[in-house]
């Protein structure tokens, strides 16, 4: 059964570099047809994708946070990870990782979802 | 921007019928996907290409999609239902969610 873990601090100062990594288990990243994506969940507000990338290095990012965004994959370790640029308040929110189908107009779902973990931006 | 907007609230009795709206732009001709969360935990996929449920999915779960509207829709609904539910789209190289919508079981 496919799992997956993020992991990172849950503090973060405002005008710094948030990190994130997300570990597969029971499955594999390399080898597949999946994508791999991050999305968040302000505290009392709807989910907002990040962006999600191919174990290639292929890459799709929402477009208001494309400037800020990074995700990279270590397939040596079966990990995927996000960093998010010169964060404010404004990104305090519960972080997911999930696989995603891909970016297909007729496949286009998460499923599953690791636990999530919020991370707090503040001085 | 494409834009899916979703009712903040529905509510149902027990044993009753919900639908959830999730309304965009000619949303009938792309595929749409629900996901339930209940408090604290994670989403959950329960509808795929607008009508498909996952293996472990309850059949009282249906979904469809036609016009500007997809719909879930939940028969019977059981206490255990009540969560929020997300739809979501894919337009323009963009992954779009709705604001999601809290059912309440009263």
């Known amino acids: 059964q496919l799992q997956l873990q993020e992991s990172g601090p849950g503090l973060v100062k405002p005008s710094e570099t948030l990190s994130l990594t997300c570990t597969v288990s029971g499955g594999s990243i390399s080898g597949s047809s999946y994508y791999w994506g991050w999305i968040r969940q302000p505290p009392g507000k709807g989910l907002e994708w990040i962006g999600s990338m191919y174990y290639n290095g292929s890459t799709y990012y929402n477009p208001s946070l494309k400037s800020r965004v990074t995700i990279s994959v270590d397939t040596s370790k079966n990990q995927f990870s996000l960093k998010l640029s010169s964060v404010t308040a404004a990104d305090t929110a519960v972080y997911y990782c999930a696989r995603h189908q891909g970016p297909y107009g007729d496949r286009n779902w998460f499923d599953p979802w690791g636990q999530g973990t919020l991370v707090t931006v503040s001085s | 921007s494409y834009e899916l907007t979703q009712p903040p609230s529905v509510s149902v009795s027990p044993g009753q019928t919900a639908s959830i709206t999730c309304s965009g732009d000619k949303l009938g001709n792309k595929y749409a996907c629900w996901y339930q969360q209940k408090a604290g935990q994670s989403p959950v996929l329960v509808i795929y290409?607008?009508?498909k449920r996952p293996s472990g999915i309850p059949e009282r779960f249906s979904g469809s999609n036609s016009g500007n509207t997809a719909t879930l829709t939940i028969s019977g609904t059981q206490a255990k239902d009540e969560a929020d539910y997300h739809c979501q789209a894919w337009d323009s190289s963009t992954v779009v969610f709705g604001g999601g919508t809290k059912l309440t079981v009263l």
């Open positions: 290409q607008d009508t």
